[in-house]
């Protein structure tokens, strides 16, 4: 009996001993487990916002940087697009107007070369006029050419007198100069042809001669003239017989 109890006893002690070893262990381990693990940095809830805070304004200035960015774009776009506007609107009227020029005077060129024959037509009319040979037939021409006026007329052609009328160098074309005392100065004094306009355009200039006041005989002249005239007979003396 006393052997069994010694040998209880025994086993008991190991027990105790074995369980005692293990429990140690496991706080050495534990205790290596809490030094090797490093405490991580927990921050406070106030750095933490900060943070954000400073994130969310980056960005938002990113996306204003942007926003500024697509408007100047966008306005470069726009100044762009008017421009393009206003050039084809240019262009359009222009070709409207090069189309209504050549609808108006398309037929300048043809109506100028009939020109000829209405001033061989006038140049008729005053030689019949001043020789008074032309009887029936000066009607006739001048019939003729009464009827070619107005059909030119009907295609916007028409004559204009500048007989008398102050000399303009854009209606008229001077061909030399006449000294005339009942005109003033720089009038026309004598129409040699008359000048035509296509509805607003001038076609040919009125070829005109421009008067000027008669030139003052010189020293010269009037000497010559003072020579010229005869001289006063000078008294006869008569001599008497005494």
Known sequence: ??????????????????????????????????????????????????GELAALRARVEALEARERELTGQLDQERERTLRALADLDNARKRAQREREEVVRYGLERALKDLLPVIDNLDRALDLGDRTGKWDGLAEGVRMTRKLLEDTLARQGLKAFSASGKPFDPHLHEAMGHEEREDLPPNAVSTEVLRGFTLHDRLVRPALVMVARPPAAPSGAEESAVADAAPASPEPEVSGGNS
């Open 1 to 50: 009996m006393s052997s069994e109890s010694g040998k209880f006893s025994a086993d008991i002690d190991e027990d105790v001993i074995a369980a005692a070893l293990e429990s140690v262990e496991k706080q050495r381990e534990a205790a290596a487990d809490e030094v090797s693990v490093p405490t991580p940095d927990v921050a406070t809830p106030d750095v933490a916002a900060e």
